[in-house]
């Protein structure tokens, strides 16, 4: 049985990249993009008539354009508050942006995941994201700090790392 990780952040931290980092070195995980997940569930049937989408594609390349209306059908969707994420994990090794906190603490009451990272690269980027689309915090005792705020290899040389421990 394959670990269930989560990967947090704020918007543009590397946490996809991360993720595929670790795929890489460790062929067994699995993942897909959350937003893409829960784009077709949730969020293409209404913004697609509200921005004239004519595919998810299309609604999820525009997503930044649009992050708090996101979080709001996503939050919508996601009841009982862990429901996203059992989702996500009944197919995929790893939760990538997970964003809201009462649905991380309702996941923490699951005991659906084994490991959490954090991915930080705010000091290289300088976004926070405003807490109305993302607002949980990190909390050393239950994450692995990754800083990403230097140059990309560093980040593969974490990744790598950890791919061999999980």
Same mark, same amino acid.
């Given at each position: 049985?394959?670990?269930?990780?989560? #990967? #947090?952040? *704020? /918007?543009?931290?590397?946490?996809?990249?991360?993720?595929?980092? #670790?795929?890489?070195?460790?062929?067994?995980?699995?993942?897909? /993009?959350?937003?893409?997940?829960?784009?077709?569930?949730?969020?293409?049937?209404?913004?697609?008539?509200?921005?004239?989408?004519?595919?998810? &594609?299309?609604?999820?390349?525009? !997503?930044?354009? *649009?992050?708090?209306?996101?979080?709001?059908? @996503?939050?919508?969707?996601?009841?009982?508050? *862990?429901?996203?994420? /059992?989702? @996500?994990?009944?197919?995929?090794?790893?939760?990538?942006?997970?964003?809201?906190?009462?649905?991380?603490?309702?996941?923490?009451?699951?005991?659906?995941?084994?490991? @959490?990272? +954090?991915? &930080?690269?705010?000091?290289?980027?300088?976004?926070?994201?405003?807490?109305?689309?993302?607002?949980?915090?990190?909390?050393?005792?239950?994450? @692995?700090?990754?800083?990403?705020?230097?140059?990309? +290899? !560093?980040?593969?040389?974490?990744?790598?790392? +950890?791919?061999?421990?999980?």
């Amino acid at each position: 049985m394959s670990k269930k990780i989560l #990967l #947090l952040g *704020h /918007s543009n931290s590397g946490k996809d990249q991360f993720a595929e980092y #670790l795929v890489k070195y460790n062929p067994s995980l699995s993942f897909e /993009s959350s937003s893409l997940f829960v784009c077709e569930k949730a969020v293409f049937p209404t913004l697609s008539a509200k921005y004239g989408y004519s595919t998810i &594609d299309e609604c999820y390349e525009d !997503r930044r354009n *649009h992050r708090v209306e996101w979080a709001d059908l @996503i939050s919508a969707y996601n009841n009982p508050k *862990h429901k996203l994420a /059992s989702e @996500i994990l009944a197919e995929h090794d790893m939760y990538v942006g997970l964003r809201k906190n009462d649905e991380y603490l309702a996941c923490m009451e699951q005991n659906l995941f084994d490991t @959490i990272f +954090w991915v &930080d690269a705010t000091k290289r980027t300088g976004q926070f994201e405003g807490r109305d689309s993302f607002d949980i915090d990190f909390d050393p005792k239950k994450m @692995i700090w990754i800083d990403n705020n230097s140059i990309l +290899w !560093r980040l593969e040389e974490k990744a790598k790392y +950890w791919a061999t421990i999980l």
